[in-house]
């Protein structure tokens, strides 16, 4: 049987262009190396934007819990930026969980979905894409998506990405704690803390409370080729939770749980497409470079391949000339977000975002700003002037000793 799509990978990304394009009628297939349900080493924080625009995930099996406040420490933690809110700032979801919904959505609309099964090959030619599975049986398509996440076979073997492609590493540990201790110690509003380039590492070190779960970890998002031969990511881990213990956030008998670890690409990769292929979330190094997070951009990225597939399909028109139409329209829709906080992130030193946390702290309207952009409500391309013009005003008025 030939499919119309074969889908490497069922992430958000690939869970998502299934459910997309099996809903549009087409044929999908949807194979992951894995069995599901499976975890994936992340955070869990869902920046609300994702259920803006994807509601149908608002339900109790995929929300572990909102958060409503949250705190986030300057590099050198004598600055801290602070929100208490009414309503949620962000979500939290488990992956294992998460993973396995956006599998259902996507088998409930029709695609057929193999897990425990290993793409191994991938083979392009005029008439037909064509993928290898455990080594064995061949599958047909029109089209392939790869979405097999940071490490994509995919990308690596039609040549899109290159064996140097710089990535951030991160590791975590997700812990299982009593609800009434999660309640002590983060309160209902399950309090949110995050440190900012804790280490002078170009990343952060984050504590996302869950419902009954505690995620903690420490990520370099920014490869700082300089400071990634001096810093020991599990050394830095270790003082990030000393510290934590230290300052009373966590308690101190959490019940111990392996370290995992995970990358990210640093940055979108230049081509994205190819023929009768299109790379979706990590594979493409859809990642915000700043807070590391990559849902969203997995899920958009997703939307967006299903609509151009859709079209290139109808038309007969599976050439990487009608599907660079995919790059014209991510880029539009986020690409320009990533590439703006890039180059912020880039250019800002220790002492820039010293600066930034002593202003901001005093400013809660430039707090909510701050908060809303790394927490990922808002875009940064749309807001950027606004925060820009706030920053200045607050400067002003701190050197002026008008603020408290
Ligand atoms: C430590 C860490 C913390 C993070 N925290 C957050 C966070 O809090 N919020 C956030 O928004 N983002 C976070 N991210 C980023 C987020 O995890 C990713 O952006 C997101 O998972 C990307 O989804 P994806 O579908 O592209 O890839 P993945 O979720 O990685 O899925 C790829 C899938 O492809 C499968 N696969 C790979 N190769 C093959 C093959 N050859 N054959 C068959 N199947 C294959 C894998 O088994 C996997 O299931 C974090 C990342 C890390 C590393």
């Not at 499919?3 to 459910?19: E, H, M, N």
């Not at 608002?58 to 050198?76: A, H, M, R």
């Not at 488990?94 to 425990?116: C, I, N, S």
């Not at 392009?124 to 290898?132: F, G």
Request: hydrophobic share 35%.
């Amino acid at each position: 049987m030939k499919y119309d799509v074969t889908i490497v990978g069922a992430g958000p990304a690939g869970s998502t262009t299934a459910k997309f394009l099996s809903e549009k009628g087409f044929k999908t297939l949807l194979i992951d190396k894995e069995k599901f349900p499976r975890d994936k080493p992340c955070g869990g924080g869902l920046p609300l934007r994702v259920l803006q625009r994807f509601p149908y995930v608002v339900n109790d099996k995929i929300i572990e819990s909102y958060s409503s406040s949250g705190t986030i420490f300057s590099p050198s933690l004598q600055h801290k930026i602070e929100i208490y809110k009414n309503t949620p700032i962000i979500a939290m979801t488990l992956r294992k969980k998460f993973d396995f919904e956006l599998v259902k959505f996507a088998t409930d609309a029709g695609t057929v979905f193999q897990d425990g099964t290993l793409v191994s090959a991938v083979k392009i030619s005029n008439d037909t894409a064509q993928v290898t599975l455990d080594h064995e049986n061949v599958i047909d398509s029109e089209l392939i998506v790869g979405a097999d996440g940071v490490n994509s076979t995919i990308a690596r073997t039609q040549g899109l990405r290159s064996r140097g492609t710089e990535k951030g590493i991160c590791i975590l540990q997700e812990f299982e704690v009593d609800e009434k201790i999660m309640d002590d110690y983060f309160k209902k509003s399950r309090h949110v803390y995050v440190h900012s380039r804790f280490k002078t590492a170009q990343g952060y070190g984050w504590m996302f409370p869950k419902k009954q779960h505690l995620n903690i970890g420490f990520g370099i998002i920014q490869v700082d080729k300089t400071q990634k031969q001096k810093l020991n990511l599990l050394k830095c881990y270790q003082e990030y939770i000393a510290l934590l213990k230290e300052e009373d956030l966590i308690p101190r008998d959490l019940k111990e749980v392996p370290v995992k670890g995970g990358a990210l690409l640093t940055h979108p990769l230049e081509k994205t497409y190819g023929d009768r292929l299109l790379l979706v979330g990590d594979a493409a190094g859809f990642i915000n470079p700043l807070s590391g997070e990559g849902i969203y951009y997995a899920m958009v990225s997703g939307q967006i391949a299903a609509e151009v597939i859709a079209e290139a399909l109808e038309k007969k028109q599976t050439s990487q000339e009608f599907l660079s139409k995919y790059q014209t329209r991510w880029q539009k829709d986020f690409g320009k977000d990533i590439d703006l906080i890039s180059k912020v992130v880039k250019r800002g030193s220790m002492e820039y975002a010293e600066t930034v946390f002593k202003i901001a702290c005093k400013d809660p309207v430039l707090t909510d700003l701050m908060m809303g952009v790394i927490t990922g409500q808002l875009s940064v391309q749309q807001y950027k002037w606004k925060i820009v013009r706030r920053f200045f005003y607050s400067s002003l008025k701190n050197r002026l000793h008008l603020l408290k």
